[in-house]
Structure formats: structure tokens, C-alpha cells
């Protein structure tokens, strides 16, 4: 009977001692962890300038101060309080987020890298939104020309040239792609984001898109599921009545062949953006989604009230809990 | 409890209901279903946090995919085998097919909801029921309707090139969205609004009914809860060929286990799915 009290009073004090072993472990790793981190971070801030040098566009003075620029101007407009202000210019969003612009994939460019030709006295060079607008194109084509000749024989771009009403709401680069939070092409985020990009002027598109197994698909995280531009083209976009777009009765079995090599022209007519309980849908596929919802609410409601008034009775004759139940 | 226990540990008889070939099946259902809504569901509910953390934990929508099709083909296998025993019995005359005994709604399968709902307010005693009841007929049809509907517009999405190359393009719109509400149909029947109700749920069975699992229930309990059938066998005295002695104390024990632990996995299953679709109405 000691000797049992003793060897475990033996177990306790081990255990005490593996458990300061393990909690001192725990506590080298964790430190470990912070000093790795710390270090890590001071490396990338001292990197930070070397790489902007080489990546601003052409190396002229303007390169030279590039992050004292971009810390100078993130001075003020990481200020949250900046916020978003209202003039005859329309909305203007004077505060960056400083994370999510380091994050982007510009995250290693100045500010003048796009805000272009300015570096002393910005606010007289840049003083709205409306004047970006019409330079920013202009400010992505120093980097990106390929995409933007695309872009230009586009319909988008056709619009933008124009000068129209239509033109006016015609997307340029940044309408798309965004500003400061510009995200690396080819993440999962990114092709997420897509739809919602589209949807922003073709609005309910991308809702009937989101409903077909390739949105739901993109959805849940399978990247490799088609979006928008996958079909439609991207940077050359062109509406499906031009004969050179993806989509054209020409071209839009090779489109879903690029996914479905056993595709067919059969294949090719599965309309994606359809919503099946609008008036607009085809006639079949209406009448079927329009059945299964009264079907669906007629079975759900029965049922439902036959059990509620079967477990009632249920328990009003003291059948579920003691006499005359079950057995 | 105790109540039920003793009376089991004393059952003398049993009546049996289900052959082993109609347990094996309704494990097979019963897989192939949790399987199946698991992986298929969280894309109709595709934007519930749930949903994400469902797809997630399969590895993946690809992998979900994958499973999804798995368990699609035990899902065919049970039908084969159903669809060849239902050949089975009507071209082998093994019954009668419109009878009170047959699970083909007939008549009294009115009358019985109507006096159902009579019971239920109180207005008249209880029906005595059959050897299927209307609600149960309505399962196993509703199932076997359903399995038809889903499986055939599964297997077109599943080849939706060779289903093209002889069906138009909008046979796939009109597969997705017969897929997709007929397996919402069949989840809300099974989970909730009638199946796990009406077989476990409700007081004679409460809270879990073993027959579908041993095949065989208390004589008691069998003619306090079929007293139609027990009357007709015992006329035409053919009771000793369903009415048997109880097995073993050891088999009842295990079967036991086996009811309890199906129970709880299929209540967490519909817990779960249900969290799943209404999660979105919220957040």
C-alpha cells in the first residue's frame, strides 16, 4: 500500500517535471517562432529597396527615392480618418490600405510607378479621381503594353475610345483589376473574385453563372473550374454577336473544347445563364424548376404538419414517456 | 427504459419483418444517402460556411467529386438489386400485387390518413394499420421515383459529352435543376419532415426502431402496431410462417448496438444539414 502511495507520488513528480519539460519546449518554439519572424521581416524591409529600384520604371530619379516616396505618402493616406470624400469630381477614396496595397502584386512599386509624373508636389499634379481615370490606362501600359493592344481592340476598350455615353461607363484597366489591392492573376481568391468583377456592370450574369456546377465549383475552392473570362475571353473581350469573339457560333465549340476535348456542338448549346424560375428561361426548364417548387413546399408542409400533430398525440396520450407506449 | 429493456430481455417471440436481403439493401440506401447529400449538398448551399468546411474536410470539391460518384454507384447497385427482386415477385407471381398486404397504395391507404388525422384530434380511435402503412409506401415509392430522377440526371452530368452527342445542350440546364431539387426533396423527406420521424421518431417507435436493422420485432409490439396484418395472418393462419422464436440474447445485445449507433450518426447527419441550409438565412 506504500509502496503504491510512493510510486505514485514518483509518477506525480515526473509528471511535473515532463510537464515543465514540455511548457519550456513550447516556449523555446514559440520564441523561436517570433525571433524567426522578426528576422524575416527585417530582411524584407531591407530588400524592399533594391527591388523597387528595379522594378520602377525607368530608372531616373524618381526611382531613386521611391520608398521614402511611398512611406511619405502612406504617411497620411493610411490614415483611416482620411476615408472617402465627396466633391464635383464625384467620390474620391483617400485612404489606402497600407497592408493590403504591400500585399498586392504592386506591392513593391512606388506610388508614382502609377500615379505618374509627379513626385514633389503630388496634390497639384493629381487632385482627382477623374483625372487618374483618364491616365490610369495609360500608367498600366507602361508595364503591361500586351494587354493593354488587346484591351484596346476589345470591345470594353472600343467603348472607352469613343467618347459615348457608353463610353463613359466603358471599364478600364483598374475597373477590373482594382487599384491598391491589385491581386496576383492565378489565385484561387483571385478567379473568385471574378464574377463578382463582371457582375459589377453585367449585373444577374453572374448569379445564373454562380448556379451552374462551374460557379459552384469556383466557389467552394476548386480552382481549376471555368469563370467568366475563361469563356468569354478577357483582355479581348467581345460581345457573343461579334463573329471573332470566343463565343460566336464559330467559336464556341473550340472554347469548350479547351476544357472538354470530347465536346461536342450538342455540348455547346447548354445555356449557362439561365435562371431557372424566371419567366425568361426556356419553357421546359421553367415549368420543371417551377413543379419541384410547389412540389417541395406541398410534400415539406404535409409532413411536416402530420408529424407535429403525430408527436402531439403522441404526447397528449402519454405515449412517448410511460403508459400504453410502444410495447 | 428499464420498461423496454425487461420486456426484451423477456421476449419469448418475434415477428419477422425484413429478410436479410431487405436490411442489406436498406444499408446500402442508407450509405449510398449520407454519402451523397454530404458531398452534393454543400454545392446547392454553396455560399453556407458550413458548406465550405464540408468540402474542405473531403479534400476538396475534386475529391467530394469523386466520393460523390462513389457513392453514386453503390446507390445504383442497391437499385439493380430492388429493381431485379420487384422482377422478381411480379413475374415469378411470388404475391399478390394489389392486396392489403402489398406495398402498392391502394384504398385504405386514404381512409388510413384520413383516420390518422381523426386520431390525431381526438375525433375517432386509432387505424388499425397494415403491413405498410401509407407513410412508409410513400417512402419507399418516393425513393424509388427519386433514385430514377437524380440517377439518371446524375449520370448525365456525370458524361455530359456523350449525353450531348445525342441530346441537346439544355438537357443538362433541365438535369441540373431536376438534380438539385429533387435531391433537396428527398434530403427534407428523409431527414426531417417524414422519414427519420416516422420510422424512429414518432411514440411507438421512439426513440429508434430496430426492425430495419435485426428484421424482427416483439410479437407484442407487432400486433399493437400492425393489427391489421395480425388479424388476417391469424385467420388464414399463417402466422408461424412471420412469428419466430426470439434469437439470441448476444444477437439482440449486438443489433442493439447497431440501431443505437446508426441513430445517433444519422441524427448528427441531418444536425448538420440542417445547420448547412439555414446557416445562410442568418449569416
Known amino acids: 500500500m506504500g509502496g503504491d502511495l510512493n510510486s505514485a507520488r514518483q509518477l506525480a513528480k515526473e509528471f511535473t517535471c515532463s510537464k515543465r519539460a514540455a511548457a519550456a519546449a513550447v516556449l523555446a518554439i514559440v520564441l523561436a517562432i517570433v525571433l524567426a519572424s522578426a528576422a524575416l521581416a527585417a530582411s524584407t524591409t531591407t530588400l524592399l529597396p533594391a527591388t523597387t529600384n528595379t522594378t520602377a520604371p525607368s530608372g531616373s530619379d524618381q526611382a531613386a527615392g521611391s520608398e521614402d516616396l511611398t512611406t511619405r505618402c502612406l504617411t497620411c493616406h493610411s490614415q483611416e480618418y482620411l476615408g472617402t470624400v465627396q466633391d464635383d469630381k464625384g467620390t474620391q477614396n483617400l485612404y489606402i490600405d497600407s497592408a493590403a496595397y504591400h500585399d498586392s502584386a504592386h506591392g513593391l512599386l512606388p506610388c508614382n510607378a502609377c500615379h505618374t509624373g509627379f513626385s514633389h508636389d503630388p496634390h497639384k499634379m493629381v487632385n482627382n479621381a477623374e483625372f487618374f481615370r483618364q491616365t490610369a490606362n495609360e500608367a498600366c501600359r507602361n508595364c503591361h503594353d500586351d494587354q493593354f493592344e488587346m484591351y484596346k481592340q476589345s470591345y470594353h476598350g472600343t467603348l472607352s475610345r469613343g467618347g459615348t455615353a457608353a463610353g463613359e461607363k466603358a471599364p478600364i484597366c483598374i475597373d477590373c483589376h482594382g487599384t491598391h489591392a491589385i491581386q496576383k492573376v492565378g489565385t484561387l481568391e483571385y478567379k473568385q473574385s471574378i464574377s463578382d468583377v463582371c457582375g459589377k456592370c453585367h449585373g444577374g450574369r453572374e448569379a445564373t453563372f454562380l448556379d451552374t456546377y462551374h460557379g459552384k465549383a469556383i466557389t467552394l475552392g476548386r480552382e481549376s473550374a471555368a469563370t467568366c473570362v475563361d469563356c468569354h475571353g478577357a483582355h479581348s473581350i467581345l460581345p457573343v454577336s461579334n463573329p471573332q469573339s470566343t463565343l460566336s457560333e464559330a467559336n464556341i465549340l473550340p472554347t469548350c473544347q479547351k476544357c472538354h476535348p470530347d465536346a461536342s456542338k450538342g455540348f455547346s448549346t447548354f445555356l449557362v445563364h439561365v435562371k431557372p424560375t424566371s419567366t425568361k428561361a426556356p419553357l421546359i426548364v421553367f415549368a420543371v424548376a417551377v413543379f419541384y417548387l410547389l412540389m417541395i413546399i406541398a410534400v415539406f408542409a404535409f409532413g411536416g404538419i402530420h408529424t407535429l400533430l403525430y408527436i402531439y398525440r403522441g404526447l397528449k396520450d402519454g405515449m412517448y414517456f410511460g403508459k400504453g407506449g410502444g410495447h | ?283
Open chain 2, 1 to 283: 427504459m428499464s420498461a423496454g429493456t425487461d420486456a426484451k430481455e423477456g421476449m419469448r417471440l418475434v415477428y419477422h419483418r425484413f429478410s436479410p436481403f431487405h436490411r442489406f439493401n436498406h444499408y446500402l440506401v442508407m450509405i449510398s444517402f449520407f454519402g451523397l447529400v454530404l458531398t452534393g449538398l454543400p454545392l446547392k448551399f454553396k455560399t453556407s460556411y458550413w458548406s465550405q468546411v464540408l468540402m474542405d474536410a473531403f479534400g476538396g470539391v475534386a475529391a467530394a467529386g469523386f466520393a460523390h460518384r462513389a457513392f453514386a454507384v453503390v446507390n445504383i447497385l442497391y437499385f439493380i438489386l430492388e429493381g431485379s427482386y420487384m422482377a422478381y415477385f411480379v413475374l415469378g407471381r411470388k404475391g399478390p400485387i394489389f392486396s392489403d398486404d402489398s406495398i402498392v397504395p391502394g384504398l385504405k391507404d386514404w381512409q388510413d390518413m384520413k383516420g390518422m388525422f381523426r386520431w390525431f384530434f381526438g375525433k375517432g380511435p386509432k387505424p388499425l394499420l397494415n403491413r405498410f402503412t401509407y407513410w412508409e409506401k410513400f417512402d419507399y415509392w418516393a425513393l424509388f421515383a427519386g433514385t430514377v430522377l437524380i440517377g439518371g440526371s446524375g449520370l448525365m452530368m456525370w458524361f455530359p459529352e456523350a449525353t450531348t452527342r445525342v441530346l441537346p445542350g439544355i438537357t443538362l440546364n433541365l438535369a441540373l435543376v431536376l438534380h438539385s431539387n429533387e435531391a433537396f426533396l428527398a434530403t427534407g423527406v428523409i431527414f426531417i419532415f417524414v422519414h427519420f420521424f416516422s420510422a424512429h421518431g414518432r411514440p411507438e417507435s421512439f426513440p429508434a426502431d430496430e426492425v430495419i436493422f435485426s428484421g424482427y420485432l416483439p410479437v407484442e409490439h407487432y400486433i399493437h402496431e400492425r393489427p391489421l396484418e395480425y388479424e388476417n395472418r391469424l385467420k388464414a393462419g399463417t402466422l408461424d410462417q412471420v412469428v419466430r422464436p426470439a434469437p439470441s440474447k448476444a444477437k439482440r445485445r449486438m443489433f442493439g448496438w447497431v440501431t443505437g449507433i446508426v441513430t445517433v450518426f444519422a441524427f448528427l447527419v441531418a444536425s448538420y444539414t440542417l445547420l448547412l441550409i439555414i446557416w445562410p438565412l442568418f449569416f
